[in-house]
């Protein structure tokens, strides 16, 4: 009889900001998540180091976590992802190796320098037309870093999972069946990332920077700012208050509270809710060029992220665009085994997939390379 651990490995989204990590177990009520974290990075957007990597083994040890175990994705920035046109199928083409030296290619390097997944896009190759393909991947020498710092310290690597699969995998049980698209819309801190799954397989993907919360929080901050007793009468010029107005405030409709609490609440209100449309008019822009592509019909919306939470985003984009809209949140995909401080819905939602997506948590084992640490997987292999 085979025998499953009672843990599943670490489940670790490596973000420029912070880093949210997630752990599962087996119970007799199915799947729960056993532990949970968010932890802010020291250097936002520095690669990792020895002392930070033992700082997080040392936190993961004190909140339960089991084992040493990790899957993980990293920063955005630190990962690749490209739309490419190989030859047909019919030509019997070396497709792999084209889609090797092509990723390569756009991320001017060696292609034995990095390590990649691909896979084709609906329609491709037929009747001898090209294959379209989507591929993700990383240079070595941008994981190095992030690997060494985490062995160092005592972790396992079992494989690198790319932010754009990471989420499609974290979708995957909120979407219609082709050929309805989904639009995942992640607002993050530095930049807001759209994916468009069809049905659940990814096929269309850009990041935006105009959509981070950052930007948000720096024109805030460099506003003229009115008195406030949050802060005794001084003025907004930080990030980190301009944050929390932002996120006390959102896009929701005004009141003599919120007034009274935040002067610029005005100010707020009005960022936020450009934020929206500006969000709003990606999606409708992705949606009429996949729509056209794939000959698919746009089904919905999930959005994900910080910027989720802030009041009245949600339904100023699903108003914007007409669709939709439902909130991804961790605790949708898992439930908690116990109670915590912090909320479970307030990770990413990317950590409880990485968690989830190792053997034998996931339908299929993962392919891991011989000769490396890293494993970039495509999300229907999880399916």
């Not at 019919?90 to 390569?104: G, K, M, V, Y």
């Not at 320098?113 to 084709?120: C, K, N």
């Not at 990332?193 to 930007?215: F, K």
């Amino acid at each position: 009889m085979l025998h499953l651990p009672a843990h599943s490995p670490i489940g670790m989204d490596i973000g420029a900001r912070c880093i949210h990590a997630a752990q599962l177990r087996r119970t007799r009520r199915g799947v729960v998540a056993s532990a949970w974290t968010t932890l802010p990075r020291p250097v936002p957007g520095a690669p990792m180091t020895p002392e930070e990597a033992r700082r997080i083994a040392a936190t993961l040890d004190r909140l339960g976590f089991v084992g040493r175990s990790l899957v993980l994705s990293l920063p955005e920035d630190r990962t690749l992802s490209a739309a490419l046109e190989l030859p047909p199928r019919s030509s019997n083409a070396p497709l792999d190796a084209i889609a090797r030296q092509e990723l390569a290619r756009a991320a001017k390097c060696e292609p034995a320098e990095l390590e990649m997944a691909w896979w084709e896009l609906p329609g491709a190759g037929r009747s001898g037309e090209p294959t379209h393909a989507l591929a993700v991947g990383c240079r070595h020498a941008d994981a190095a870093p992030f690997l060494d710092a985490l062995e160092h310290a005592g972790f396992d690597v079992i494989s690198i999972d790319a932010p754009l699969t990471a989420l499609a995998r974290a979708a995957a049980g909120s979407t219609p069946p082709p050929p309805q698209l989904t639009t995942v819309l992640d607002l993050g801190w530095q930049a807001g990332h759209l994916l468009i799954l069809h049905g659940a397989l990814p096929v269309y993907q850009r990041s935006a920077a105009e959509l981070g919360l950052s930007r948000l929080c720096q024109q805030l901050a460099e506003s003229p700012a009115q008195p406030s007793r949050a802060d005794q009468g001084g003025r907004a010029e930080h990030a980190e208050h301009a944050e929390q107005i932002l996120r006390d405030i959102g896009c929701a409709p005004s009141s003599s509270d919120t007034q009274l609490a935040w002067p610029q609440a005005p100010a707020a209100r009005a960022l936020c809710a450009a934020l929206a449309d500006e969000a709003a008019e990606h999606v409708r822009l992705a949606f009429a060029y996949t729509q056209r592509r794939f000959d698919a019909q746009p089904a919905r919306i999930l959005l994900c992220g910080g910027g989720a939470n802030l009041p009245g985003m949600p339904s100023r984009i699903a108003d914007k665009l007409e669709l939709p809209l439902y909130t991804l949140r961790a605790d949708q995909i898992v439930r908690p085994l116990t109670d915590s401080t912090q909320p479970l819905g307030t990770l990413s939602v990317q950590a409880v997939a990485l968690a989830a997506s190792a053997t034998p948590w996931a339908a299929q084992a993962l392919a891991n390379r011989p000769d490396s640490c890293f494993t970039i997987r495509h999300q229907e292999d999880a399916a």
